[in-house]
């Protein structure tokens, strides 16, 4: 989160200066810090991270740690759905661009610009594409799966392109929601990659996305993947790039445990259903975008209704501001609140 600070604090609150992370630390440990303390560093109030303390105007309290990775999480979500949207428009444009390109321009200025954004139809043409680039490949392949569990026979599509990189010592990092995780054809394929290939997962991610050595990238062109583009151009695929490397380091490694969501009967899956609900997303985009089944997502929901006491939609979605299910899943462990109208502890 980028916030905003006084020219000798030019920072955001995901990383502060030595001195405000001395009183901060202060703070938190301690409850509350002198204002005269604080003088020093005016970024923690700027930050919003201290505040007046209403009983003593000359101290001033800490803004809690898991309300701070909230508010910083909430940021850098906007931050990645406002790449995805941007991707969308600017391959687009292009793919309406070149369109007009082969329409009205003589075939030798079509094929220059066709080395940039090229539009592969068929499934022939997409595989002898990605087998081309597969060759070239010296370094390293970057990979988005959405979809949640991966199918035995997508794995074995591309495994002897994968086995190739690996004979030539090229790294791979892959994206996959969590949902992929129970898949046991992915377990099998990353055992047999070894650590050549890094899985991390996420909630959601963006649509299929490979790119290789970062020098061209495969997008799908249509719903059902039979057209694909091919992209050259640099100032794209640095893009494409740089939406992956933020997506990434959202995600958690495959081989870490999903975080608890501190939430006595809500799983993190549910948490992410919670947020999607609270957007107005109905039932089959929600299932869509997590990679299950619409049936499995209500049946979440029913688990979220009974768990929050929520007799209707409508009160779901109350009951899921109230409790602060209405934002991207938190990282860090909440502190227990009650419920409202039942018994059973549940966070803020």
Do not use: K
Request: charged share 25%; proline share 5%; aromatic share 4%.
């Amino acid at each position: 989160m980028a916030g905003h600070g006084t020219e000798e604090h030019p920072h955001g609150a995901d990383r502060l200066c030595e001195a405000g992370d001395r009183v901060y630390s202060r703070a938190v440990r301690r409850g509350r810090v002198a204002r005269t303390d604080a003088e020093p560093v005016p970024c923690l109030l700027e930050l919003a991270l201290l505040h007046p303390d209403p009983d003593d105007m000359d101290w001033l309290v800490p803004t809690s740690p898991q309300e701070v990775m909230t508010r910083l999480l909430r940021g850098v979500y906007d931050e990645v759905r406002e790449s995805q949207r941007r991707v969308g428009s600017a391959v687009s444009a292009f793919e309406r661009y070149a369109g007009l390109g082969r329409q009205s321009q003589p075939a030798a200025s079509v094929s220059a610009e066709g080395t940039a954004i090229r539009v592969l139809d068929g499934l022939s043409r997409i595989q002898a594409a990605m087998d081309e680039a597969t060759e070239a490949c010296t370094t390293e392949v970057l990979t988005v799966q959405p979809g949640g569990i991966r199918r035995e026979d997508e794995l074995t599509e591309g495994l002897h392109r994968a086995l190739a990189l690996r004979g030539r010592g090229v790294r791979m990092r892959d994206l996959y929601t969590h949902v992929a995780r129970h898949g046991q054809g992915l377990l099998n394929y990353l055992e047999l990659m070894g650590d050549t290939v890094e899985a991390r997962t996420l909630d959601e991610v963006i649509d299929r996305l490979i790119l290789f050595d970062r020098t061209v990238a495969f997008i799908p062109a249509n719903a059902d993947r039979t057209m694909a583009l091919e992209l050259r151009h640099p100032a794209l695929v640095e893009y494409l790039v740089t939406v992956f490397e933020r997506l990434w380091r959202l995600a958690i490694p495959l081989t870490a445990p999903l975080p608890d969501t501190g939430i006595e009967g809500i799983s993190h899956r549910e948490q992410s259903i919670a947020a999607l609900l609270a957007e107005g997303h109905q039932d089959a985009v929600i299932a869509e975008r997590l990679g299950i089944s619409v049936r499995t997502c209500r049946a979440h929901i029913a688990r979220l209704s009974e768990t929050l006491g929520a007799a209707s939609r409508t009160q779901l979605g109350v009951r899921i501001a109230q409790v602060g299910l209405d934002g991207p899943p938190r990282t860090a462990q909440p502190a227990v609140v009650r419920l409202p109208g039942r018994g059973s502890p549940t966070v803020r």
